[in-house]
């Protein structure tokens, strides 16, 4: 199944780790997986290298539970990602794919980004600099 399209401009996502490898599973002949310790995943349809990044969206401000929301969002790259730990952060071509657990039935979201958009900052810094 393909990702659902998530519109990353509507996301308040602060980065909560630094891109990290991604973890590696090799398949069974029984068809089941196991994590490959020491080895960096790879993405199954490009080939290229997976890195993880963790990131939490805060509570909304009307949030009555005032409960945050934490995700790790795979990005595959040949080079590593990068984010400023603790500061905003925008995944580009962000997606969420829902899963049924196939052990314990229950829900999961797997998230994953075509990769990481430059900070705003940095963005606008540039453009001023340019029009000197």
Known sequence: MAGLPIDGSRLALIAMSAARPGASF????????????????????????????DAVAPAATDDDRGRMTTL???IASQHQPQVQLAQPVTFTDLEVRPAVGKRD??????????????PATAARFTKSESAA
Request: charged share 20%.
């Open 72 to 74: 790790t969002v795979k």
């Open 105 to 118: 039935g229950k829900l999961a979201l797997y998230w994953s980004a075509s990769g990481v958009a430059a």
């Open 26 to 53: 090799a398949e069974l002949a029984d068809g089941s997986t196991r994590f490959v310790p020491g080895q960096q995943g790879v993405d199954r349809d490009t080939g290229l290298p997976v890195w993880e990044v």
